[in-house]
Structure formats: C-alpha cells, structure tokens
C-alpha cells in the first residue's frame, strides 16, 4: 500500500506538471502513466512482494508479462480519460482508472508475474 500510495502520489504531481508545461489532459495522463509505471515495477518487485531475482530468465518473462498488462491498463485509462475528461477533473479520473486496474493488476502480479517459488 506504501508503494502505490508513492507511486500514485508521484503520477499526480507528474500531471501537474506537464498541464503546467502545457501538455492536454490526455498527453499529461500518458506521460504521467509511463513514468510511474516505470517507478511501480521496480517497486512493486523489489519491496511489496520481495522478489529480488534479477537473472533474464526470471526478468523477461516478468517483463513481458508486465508489458501485457500494462498495455491494456494503458488502453482503459485513456479511453477512461477521453470519455470522462470533460466531465471530471483529470486527476479524478486518474485516480478513478487507477483504483480500479489496481484490483486486477495486485491479482496478478501476487499469482502470476512476481510469484516466487516455494521450495519445500
């Protein structure tokens, strides 16, 4: 909860920034997207499931599959952004689409993409 609290913390104030730079509703939330999405995979790995394997077998398949979802979480919050943008503010609707691929994406990533293998 930390991680993503951070993490979503960061992504707001990366909106910001970029509407202040000039960028569009839509822009800001891709950029904002990307670059906490980079933050998130390190640290979702790394400290909320405590998977500290770095060897390419391990990563490649984490990051393909990570790839994967992140496309489809992309898709969703900007077809989230362009329909509701008008009618909420970007940052609302961020907070919107990120609550909710947070309940498919936890999921996954505990069964699938960071599961770390228990030897008996």
Do not use: C
């Not at 993490?7 to 939330?29: C, H, K, N, S, T």
């Not at 994406?105 to 008996?120: E, G, P, Q, T």
């Amino acid at each position: 909860m930390v991680v993503g609290g951070f993490v979503y913390a960061f992504e707001l104030a990366a909106i910001v920034v970029a509407q202040r730079a000039g960028m569009g509703p839509v822009a800001a939330v891709a950029v904002s997207y990307w670059l906490g999405l980079m933050l998130s995979f390190i640290m979702q790995k790394l400290f909320t499931f405590g998977d500290t394997r770095t060897h390419h077998r391990v990563l490649v398949p984490q990051l393909a599959a990570f790839s994967g979802l992140v496309l489809f979480n992309f898709g969703f919050t900007i077809l989230m952004t362009k329909l509701l943008h008008h009618d909420l503010p970007v940052v609302v609707v961020r907070t919107l689409a990120l609550g909710i691929t947070t309940m498919w994406n936890f999921s996954l990533y505990k069964a699938r993409i960071f599961k770390v293998a228990v030897i008996d």
